[in-house]
DNA sequence: CTGAAAGCGCTTACAG
DNA sequence: CTGAAAGCGCTTACAG
């Protein structure tokens, strides 16, 4: 009696007449098939619709994945990057089971020169996928298009540079997430008078995506015909004296602004700033969920946050690559986070 | 030579000076092992730190578990439960390859009986875990306990009855939902003038959630000392007739209603209604990313959508009853959901 | 109460 | 180019 309830790999290789070496062979890709024969299983395979078992393939294999990320280190100032790293850690907390390790890598987000030393060491060791905040258009770029030639995926989140050389992009529509932040201005700001936007970065001419929320900030002006003039200031220092040296000398200037837009978390220098100054009158709009800016939306200094998941960008930033790399299903090359309002009667519930 | 390098339940049993039979026994908590033994193993666990490699366990066991669902079922009308079967359906996806399968089952959410009848027929069949969306209390919690009495866990989702007898609830804090709304509601109409609460729902006397928003919705407009008066109303049926005849009376009755807060879903058919008898610019806020929705936010006669990501909700009760059944890890007996804010400008990124 | 063996569906050397 | 065997870390009968 032929036992005929076989499953898998196994019951393709009856049908084929191969053993299951050659099979494992032909599912996986391997070298050392005849054409014929390897036409013969795949056809078995697609008339079974053969799933492969995943449980069995990563208990089989002894083979160890490395992963590496890339992204700022949080300081005391911002710790932002606390979130995604949080992700991070608990996606490999899922998939450690599954044979794969994390090197966790981290650069200074005003030191340029910091990010490339780190990615050089990244490249040196032989890692099988890799996650980045790009935060610097020509290095990134640079890093990713390395990664391609060595046939090593990387992910990129929080920012994009779209670009054939990474595997896919997780993040904020950076444009449509400032065109929000209009809309909410639009709600707290009145119509007459002006409206001011601040980039703070010690590395303005890097932070291309702070430039693309002014964008789809302005546009929104523009578009709803709002009769707002709207101006613009950088700040390219991040302590609060000179932020608040700054903006001193632009209130001093314009008499009459009624609502003010920061294109990035240091939102809560500009509430302090306010606040000291007494002018939380002025309607304040920012982004991230940082505990510092958490405090002035408590206070009501702060009108709305606008925040992108952080968290759950690290996540699935990993999980990609585990799609990518252990389950070989194929991920999506831009996947745009929801873009959240945060105010004061929903922070509380707010997963970060 | 020993060989050292054992891990997992081989390692303990060398160590214990037992079989690996007596080992599972231990670790699966079987009878028929000796106290002393059994002691002695746990001590060597405890002092491996031992964790239970699971894909050898899914792989090596054929115990396949089976899960039911019960919520309502979505008609033309309003299709709010499409997002939490999708989210069911995912998780299904992800998990049915360790052997557990769904099986669904609906209700009409506008017939206890309907209800009755369903959640009789689960407790015939032998399930090993559910997930249900209580609308109706009473006969939920007597559903809940039974469920409780044969040891199969019982995961909430969307709105809770928070007693001993479920394992957990994943679905929005309802009473701060509603005090969102009012903020949000407090953005768009003016200070003068009153503002309509209105429920929509055939069996109003069960549906408790709805009162916990309005509940919420009120406390925000006494906590903050706002000056606009708050009436309500009860429509019993949900077609637009009805809804259209009843706020044709109150209107008439209420010259000066400046803001209309919906407290489900069918908030559509009084942006439908506001529409058509020309009452576009009464601010209007409700619940929900239905479609018929989503048209009227794009059109501006909807001012703000409360969202609680239904999808997700979905996919985190099954994955809780997965986690509590296969994974053995705690689960959180309260889930509150964030509570989202759907604009014009952000809808497109929501997922749903 | 305990142990030895077979097997879950794969992968990985190794032999031919 | 192909096959047979061992093994991944567990569970499941079965035997004693």
Same mark, same amino acid.
């Given at each position: 009696m032929k036992k005929n309830n076989l499953t898998g790999i196994r019951e393709i290789a009856r049908l084929a007449n191969v053993s299951i070496g050659t099979v494992d062979r032909v599912i996986n890709n391997r070298i050392g098939v005849s054409p014929e024969t390897k036409k013969n299983v795949l056809a078995i395979m697609k008339d079974l619709d053969y799933q492969p078992n995943i449980l069995a393939r990563r208990l089989a294999s002894k083979k160890l994945l490395k992963f590496a990320i890339l992204i700022p280190s949080f300081s005391q100032e911002t710790d932002f990057w606390k979130a995604p790293l949080k992700g991070i850690d608990l996606a490999e907390s899922e998939i450690k089971q599954y044979g794969i390790t994390i090197e966790k890598y981290f650069f200074d987000q005003n030191d340029k020169n910091s990010f490339i030393k780190q990615s050089e060491k990244i490249l040196k060791s032989n890692f099988d996928g890799i996650l980045i905040a790009p935060i610097f258009v020509d290095e990134s770029l640079k890093f990713?298009?390395?990664?391609?030639?060595?046939?090593?995926?990387?992910?990129?989140?929080?920012? #994009?540079?779209? &670009?054939?050389?990474?595997?896919? @992009?997780?993040?904020?529509?950076?444009?449509?997430?400032? @065109?929000?932040?209009?809309?909410?201005?639009?709600?707290?700001?009145?119509?007459?008078?002006?409206?001011?936007?601040? &980039?703070?970065?010690?590395?303005?001419?890097?932070?291309?995506?702070?430039?693309?929320?002014?964008?789809?900030?302005?546009?929104?002006?523009?578009?709803?015909? !709002?009769? &707002?003039?709207?101006?613009?200031? #950088?700040?390219?220092?991040? #302590?609060?004296?000179?932020?608040?040296?700054?903006?001193? !000398?632009?209130?001093?200037?314009?008499?009459?602004?009624?609502?003010?837009?920061?294109?990035?978390?240091?939102?809560?220098?500009?509430? =302090?700033?306010? =606040?000291?100054?007494?002018? =939380?009158?002025?309607?304040?709009?920012?982004?991230?969920?940082? &505990?510092?800016?958490? =405090?002035?939306?408590k206070k009501g200094t702060i009108d709305f946050l606008v925040c992108q998941q952080p968290q759950e960008q690290g996540y699935k930033g990993i999980m990609t690559l585990y799609q990518n790399l252990v389950l070989n299903i194929p991920v999506e090359s831009t996947y745009f986070m929801p873009i959240d309002i945060i105010t004061k009667e929903n922070y509380l519930f707010y997963r970060n």
């Open positions: 990713s298009k390395s990664c391609n030639l060595l046939q090593i995926p990387c992910v990129f989140i929080n920012s #994009d540079i779209p &670009n054939e050389s990474r595997l896919s @992009y997780i993040g904020p529509d950076l444009f449509h997430s400032g @065109y929000l932040g209009a809309q909410l201005m639009n709600y707290v700001a009145e119509e007459a008078g002006k409206i001011l936007i601040i &980039n703070i970065s010690k590395e303005i001419n890097n932070y291309h995506h702070l430039l693309r929320k002014e964008d789809g900030f302005r546009a929104y002006f523009e578009n709803n015909n !709002k009769r &707002n003039q709207v101006i613009k200031t #950088d700040i390219t220092q991040t #302590d609060f004296n000179a932020v608040s040296a700054d903006l001193t !000398k632009v209130l001093a200037t314009h008499g009459d602004i009624k609502g003010i837009f920061v294109t990035n978390s240091r939102v809560f220098s500009v509430a =302090e700033f306010l =606040e000291k100054s007494g002018n =939380e009158n002025i309607a304040l709009v920012g982004y991230d969920f940082l &505990n510092a800016s958490i =405090e002035y939306l």
